[in-house]
């Protein structure tokens, strides 16, 4: 009997074509089917090994860890925890080794062989993918949300980047996100495993130098760059958990002055004064309702804020904000001079912007909210001063990630320009993330891109 096309009319009578009827059905189905594989295999190892395989799973997956380490993964909350379990427990099918009477056996063919768990085909099928799969590292590059994303290979970027059908998680990631992942083929079309190694692009830089380090000269698609991978990807992401990201110091770019924010707080007596004396000012912008901007020009001819006025939550209040201690000792006495008796001094806040921008745990890096009080556009200037300063002379700076080149070498070949590429989108996808969850604009890096001779 021919085998029924998606669009051939479906046999159970009901008009439609087999891929709008029966087939989302047998679809459904199947799916449901798959999604016990792992739950059913996970099952049985802990049923019929228990301690043997509980330590296999600890060594293997967390065996890159520490006493201490460890322990700081099992005091995760709830979400983060659960999330590394589900990841743990998926490898220990693939790549898990576990040791029987002195011998050692791989986990896949101990739920494959006889006497393995009692597995529908579908099933049987599902858990032959993943142990023939590798775990790599893949860069979004498009998202139909709801639908599918595409992803491209990172360290083979030459590859045709693959389509996966996803609903639920295209929902939840942009283009540039970085993700390590199992891609398996169903049918006719990709799906991912289901284990996620979410990396983010401004901490991936360890993971890249092990991997390009280790599989250099090793062909890509064998069986010991799918070993190298599934030991190096698991691990740099769990330290991801148990390593706290640094901040480094922010300065200002002008006075190489620590960045703080410094706010100081007035009632306004009398609003008619106020506007009167800060609009006859020449180096003062803005208005009552957007607020006021004491301006410079800098010896690099780009216009600068030496502070920012705004309305505080209070409507007889308005408050003052600085970048540096300098700036705001400066600016006070200014101010109070130039607005007199239309206000009076409440108070001042000061605090680090070192601490208050610290990174969360990479999970929960796109919840970074703006610290309380400050204006979006004064954390934009704050955020753009720490760029012009850390990229200063960027282009000629030899970097480690680029084999210690600069990136003007390096995108003389065609390798080095794909690396560089991948640089700047890491800084443009950070920042992008960062704004958004702050509620204010993104500083751009076209410069950079300008600085090279390339096109964003």
């Given at each position: 009997m021919k085998k029924l096309g998606r669009n051939d009319p479906c046999l159970c009578g009901s008009g439609k074509k087999y891929k709008q009827c029966c087939l989302k059905a047998e679809e459904v189905q199947t799916v449901s089917d798959r999604s016990e594989a792992v739950p059913k295999a996970i099952k049985w190892l802990f049923t019929k090994y228990d301690q043997i395989a509980s330590e296999a799973l600890h060594e293997g997956f967390f065996g890159g860890l520490d006493d201490d380490e460890y322990a700081m993964i099992e005091d995760l909350h709830g979400d983060s925890y659960e999330g590394i379990m589900i990841n743990a427990m998926e490898w220990f099918l693939a790549d898990?080794?576990?040791?029987?009477?002195?011998?050692?056996?791989?986990?896949?063919?101990?739920?494959?062989?006889?006497?393995?768990?009692?597995?529908?085909?579908?099933?049987?099928?599902?858990?032959?993918?993943?142990?023939?799969?590798?775990?790599?590292?893949?860069?979004?590059?498009?998202?139909?949300?709801?639908?599918?994303?595409?992803?491209?290979?990172?360290?083979?970027?030459?590859?045709?980047?693959?389509?996966?059908?996803?609903?639920?998680?295209?929902?939840?990631?942009?283009?540039?996100?970085?993700?390590?992942?199992?891609?398996?083929?169903?049918?006719?079309?990709?799906?991912?495993?289901?284990?996620?190694?979410?990396?983010?692009?401004?901490?991936?830089?360890?993971?890249l130098d092990d991997l390009r380090d280790v599989l250099?000269?090793?062909?890509?698609?064998?069986?010991?760059?799918?070993?190298?991978?599934?030991?190096?990807?698991?691990?740099?992401?769990?330290?991801?958990?148990?390593?706290?990201?640094?901040?480094?110091?922010?300065?200002?770019?002008?006075?190489?002055?620590?960045?703080?924010?410094v706010t100081d707080h007035y009632r306004v007596q009398n609003w008619s004064a106020l506007d009167h004396a800060l609009s006859g000012e020449a180096d003062i912008e803005g208005s009552r309702e957007e607020g006021w901007s004491r301006l410079f020009e800098s010896e690099d001819g780009l216009i600068r804020r030496y502070l920012s006025i705004d309305l505080d939550k209070r409507p007889d209040r308005v408050k003052v904000s600085y970048l540096t201690q300098q700036y705001a000792d400066e600016g006070r006495p200014w101010f109070e001079t130039v607005v007199g008796t239309a206000v009076a001094f409440v108070s001042r806040e000061i605090s680090d912007p070192k601490g208050r921008l610290a990174n969360l745990q990479p999970n929960e890096s796109k919840e970074t909210s703006a610290p309380v009080g400050l204006p979006p556009e004064m954390l934009t200037e704050i955020i753009k001063e720490r760029i012009w300063q850390l990229y200063a002379n960027w282009a000629d700076k030899p970097l480690p990630i680029l084999g210690d080149k600069t990136p003007r070498e390096a995108v003389e070949t065609s390798e080095g320009l794909e690396q560089v590429k991948f640089l700047l989108h890491t800084y443009e996808h950070g920042e992008a993330q960062q704004a958004k969850a702050q509620h204010r604009t993104p500083v751009s890096y076209e410069f950079l891109w300008q600085a090279v001779g390339i096109t964003p």
């Open positions: 898990g080794v576990m040791t029987l009477k002195g011998q050692d056996h791989r986990v896949a063919d101990l739920l494959l062989d006889r006497g393995g768990p009692l597995f529908s085909a579908e099933q049987r099928q599902w858990i032959e993918l993943l142990t023939a799969k590798p775990l790599r590292l893949y860069e979004i590059t498009e998202v139909i949300p709801g639908e599918s994303m595409t992803l491209r290979d990172v360290l083979l970027p030459e590859r045709t980047p693959i389509v996966i059908r996803e609903k639920s998680g295209s929902r939840q990631v942009t283009p540039y996100d970085l993700m390590a992942a199992r891609i398996l083929p169903v049918k006719n079309h990709f799906e991912l495993s289901g284990a996620i190694y979410a990396f983010p692009r401004n901490r991936s830089w360890d993971l250099e000269g090793i062909e890509p698609d064998s069986s010991l760059a799918k070993e190298i991978t599934s030991i190096i990807i698991p691990n740099q992401w769990l330290r991801l958990f148990v390593n706290a990201f640094e901040m480094p110091q922010l300065v200002d770019h002008l006075t190489g002055e620590p960045l703080l924010f």
